[in-house]
C-alpha cells in the first residue's frame, strides 16, 4: 500500500519505443479511467493515436469495462 493508499496499479506499455507508464489506484474498478487518462496524454503529448491495445491476464469485470470503448482493436 502506497502512503496515498494505492494498492493497485496498471501499466501500459509503447511497443515500439518500450516505453512504460504506471498508474496507482485505490480500487480495480479505476482501470478504465485511468486507461483513458493515458489515452489522453498520449494523443495530447505525442500526436499520435492508440491503435491497438492488449491485455494480459484481464478479469471479466474489466473486459466488460473496455468493450464499449470501439474505436481501436483490442486481443487479449
Known amino acids: 500500500m502506497s502512503r496515498h493508499g494505492e ?4 501499466t501500459f506499455t509503447d511497443d515500439f519505443s518500450r516505453y ?3 498508474y ?3 480500487h480495480k474498478h479505476e482501470t478504465f479511467e485511468k486507461f483513458k487518462e493515458h489515452q489522453n496524454e498520449v494523443e495530447n503529448q ?3 493515436t492508440i491503435k ?7 478479469s ?5 469495462s473496455f468493450t464499449p470503448h ?3 482493436n483490442a486481443t487479449t
Open 46 to 48: 505525442l500526436n499520435r
Open 60 to 64: 471479466k469485470g474489466l473486459w466488460n
Open 70 to 72: 470501439s474505436t481501436w
Open 7 to 10: 494498492r493497485y496499479f496498471v
Open 20 to 22: 512504460g507508464y504506471v
Open 52 to 58: 491497438m491495445l492488449r491485455f494480459h491476464r484481464p
Open 24 to 26: 496507482l489506484m485505490k
